[in-house]
């Protein structure tokens, strides 16, 4: 799909580069940035786009991981679910905690049973930047590399090279920028752009894995009030909490013996979303807020 034609695919294409410099920034400045900064940062940056009709829910169980996220991806059969971990490239262009055990489980394996029970494909979100000396051929070759810097990778084929390192007794090593891009890992855009049009992109992007049956969600499943609360206002993204003392203490990450996504993010085709689904939107939002309002 042309991202011209449509707001969300030129809204992403933009906010992968907006990434890609970000990370710089701090590298440059020698100073730390986490998965669960930027990944507060673009769901601000997605609250602050209504005409894109991206709805963000936060789980409300306390112990939840800001790493994991559930995004859903409207195509014209339905949604998709795709249980997605966040991970940053460190400064030498490699991921360091994709292939690392929580407690007596791989990390991957976790991932992977989440996105079997609900129906859904698993994959790595990840943050990227690289230097010139950390590119390969092919990336060094593209016009725009910044557009890399919000990409997405499917988690099977890197369990898949796991497993091998195992079979033949080797130390998995960390996987790097360049050895997943640009030909299994995409840019973010391209994924949720390419399904607007057509659900089937999603498995030549992302794979199924073995004896899992691909689940269609409708609209009206997304929601789910009993686990899920609606973000509406900006102030409930911990990135600008005015009170951040209140909120339940994040719970570390090597401390969760399961995929347990803080978010859930839905991509709503702004093209194609019906008039009467955008009314309901719209009228959650106000029953939110008028909720919240009476309670200052």
């Not at 409708?218 to 951040?244: K, M, Y």
Request: charged share 25%; with cysteine; proline share 5%.
């Amino acid at each position: 799909m042309n991202d011209k034609e449509n707001p969300t695919c030129f809204f992403l294409r933009g906010f992968g580069k907006e990434i890609w410099q970000r990370i710089q920034f701090f590298r440059i400045k020698n100073s730390r940035i986490s998965e669960v900064t930027i990944t507060e940062n673009m769901l601000y940056a997605f609250w602050q786009q209504p005409g894109l009709w991206i709805e963000i829910f936060e789980a409300k169980e306390e112990q939840k991981n800001g790493n994991d996220l559930e995004i859903y991806v409207q195509t014209p059969s339905g949604y998709y679910l795709i249980a997605c971990q966040a991970k940053i490239t460190n400064k030498n262009g490699k991921y360091s905690s994709i292939s690392h055990n929580v407690g007596s489980s791989r990390q991957i394996d976790l991932l992977l049973e989440y996105a079997k029970a609900k129906g859904g494909y698993s994959a790595y979100l990840l943050y990227n930047y690289a230097t010139g000396r950390q590119l390969n051929r092919d990336l060094a070759a593209i016009n725009d590399i910044k557009e890399f810097g919000l990409s997405c990778s499917p988690a099977q084929p890197l369990a898949l090279c796991m497993e091998l390192f195992k079979l033949f007794k080797r130390r998995v090593p960390l996987f790097k920028f360049k050895d997943l891009h640009p030909h299994i890992a995409v840019p973010f855009y391209q994924i949720v752009c390419d399904a607007f049009a057509n659900e089937n992109s999603l498995r030549r992007f992302l794979f199924k894995a073995e004896q899992t049956e691909i689940r269609v969600y409708d609209r009206s499943q997304l929601p789910n009030e009993e686990n899920w609360r609606r973000i509406v206002l900006p102030e409930e993204i911990e990135r600008i909490d005015p009170n951040p003392a209140e909120r339940p203490m994040q719970i570390p990450e090597d401390t969760i013996q399961r995929f347990n996504p803080q978010y859930r993010v839905v991509f709503n085709n702004p093209v194609t979303l019906r008039s009467a689904d955008k009314r309901d939107i719209v009228r959650a939002h106000d029953a939110k807020t008028a909720r919240q309002n009476r309670r200052i």
